[in-house]
């Protein structure tokens, strides 16, 4: 299991913006150029860049990218493996990888202005965000997305309940600031995490 990550400035926000879609794997190219935001192209892009870096550290070829695509609940999937999962908050982006299993990746950036309504039907009596990551993450891993299915998951210590099945979870500490949980479809060991400063090379 790895996490690479790394935080988005201004400088490096602008730097995957402006990163050509033909860096791009096929798969990906229509929809980045269809993105109006410059903020969720440099996300998507950055998220993409993670992708290769994880590959590289796990000693994958990265013509395995070639082979991205999609699988039929819209998730991005390799047909041979591993299995990852991108995500992204304020200025974290992330990428976890698994060669093993099954994986969903949430981090959410900490914030005031919780509505009390969303606080009690996510964490009535605990941490928000911790929470609500470990809700996204098994929602992920799940392969099938929505708001009414992060309600839908039930939390119970580091074992989450979904589609009448156990996902079994890790929490993350990868910023100040930040929530971030992986979830999985096997008891997840500690996973190797990397810090990875893209500077000039995700150009």
Known sequence: MLVVYTLLGEAREALFAERPTALAPLAYRA?????????????????????????AILDIAPTRLDGLGFGPGGRPEFADGPCFSISHSGALVACALDTAGTIGLDVEQRRDGIAPRLQRSVAPDGDFFEAWCAREATVKASGRVGLARIRAATIDGAIAYLDD???????????PGYAACLAGTRPLAPAAVECVDAGARAG
């Open 165 to 175: 099945r156990r996902w079994y979870l890790a929490p993350l500490s990868l910023a």
């Open 31 to 55: 929809r980045i150029e269809a993105m109006r935001s410059l903020e969720a192209r440099a996300r998507t892009m950055a998220g993409l860049w993670l992708l290769e870096q994880g590959l």
